[in-house]
């Protein structure tokens, strides 16, 4: 499987690549007064910029891709270069801790957690959003218009029992899974043609335009339909320590 240069695509996720309104919801309720928050793997900073409209938190985004980074400058949130297996923050920082759609790009996703687990304050929660391999095989519209990719999506995205181990080692709590969809209707598929989904560089030439032209042909007739899923896995650093925090 070949590299993906995000440098080069930069450009092309910051004009395509939406925030789910669901895992935007939820990631929100998530944030307590006063918090500190950290989306590692930020990309564009689509998540981590409306995560901080919207609660007035104090936010910060970590991405190893200067060219992510580059159409990402907007304040309030501070975006720095990181790498999520070592995060540059004291310990016991952050309220919450959160990645969207970045696990399978980690070298080493045990560093990451124990990372997350050291930047946490007690009380504090991590949050992993990701794709499980039934959501892989049922993504609409990219799996049926280019069933090629799901092969090698397969290989590259963690199993979610895989992650909860991996995060009940780090020593988090509570480790438990939830899903996650929004219907929708395609009526452009400019992405689709720009490659801003990493799976598309995955698969053939010949592959990728084979499913652009089957999707050109349906969408003449009527919009496509899709629905965005994703899997949310959530931990907690010290639960007991969120409870007394919380009582009255």
Not at 90 to 101: H, I, N, R
Not at 210 to 234: N, S
């Amino acid at each position: 499987m070949h590299a993906i240069d995000y440098d080069r695509l930069a450009a092309a996720y910051a004009r395509n690549r939406q925030v789910h309104p669901q895992v935007l919801a939820r990631l929100v309720a998530a944030v307590p007064p006063g918090a500190r928050v950290l989306e590692v793997g930020c990309g564009t900073g689509n998540y981590i910029i409306a995560l901080a409209g919207l609660t007035g938190a104090r936010c910060w985004g970590i991405d190893p891709s200067a060219g992510m980074l580059e159409q990402a400058r907007e304040a309030p949130v501070r975006f720095q270069p990181g790498r999520a297996e070592e995060i540059d923050a004291p310990t016991a920082f952050f309220d919450l801790l959160f990645s969207v759609d970045v696990i399978h790009h980690v070298g080493d996703q045990g560093a990451f957690f124990r990372e997350a687990h050291r930047v946490l304050r007690p009380g504090a929660r991590v949050c992993t959003v990701t794709d499980s391999a039934d959501i892989i095989r049922r993504r609409q519209p990219l799996s049926v218009y280019f069933p090629e990719t799901v092969a090698p999506e397969l290989a590259r995205y963690p199993r979610i029992a895989h992650l909860r181990a991996l995060m009940e080692e780090a020593g988090f709590d509570g480790v438990a899974a939830g899903g996650v969809e929004c219907a929708h209707e395609l009526r452009d598929i400019a992405p689709y043609r720009a490659k801003a989904y990493s799976a598309l560089q995955l698969i053939s030439k010949e592959a990728f335009q084979r499913g652009i032209a089957h999707m050109e042909q349906d969408l003449r007739a009527a919009p496509i339909p899709g629905v965005a899923r994703y899997t949310l896995l959530w931990g907690d650093k010290d639960a007991r320590e969120r409870g007394k925090e919380t009582q009255p």
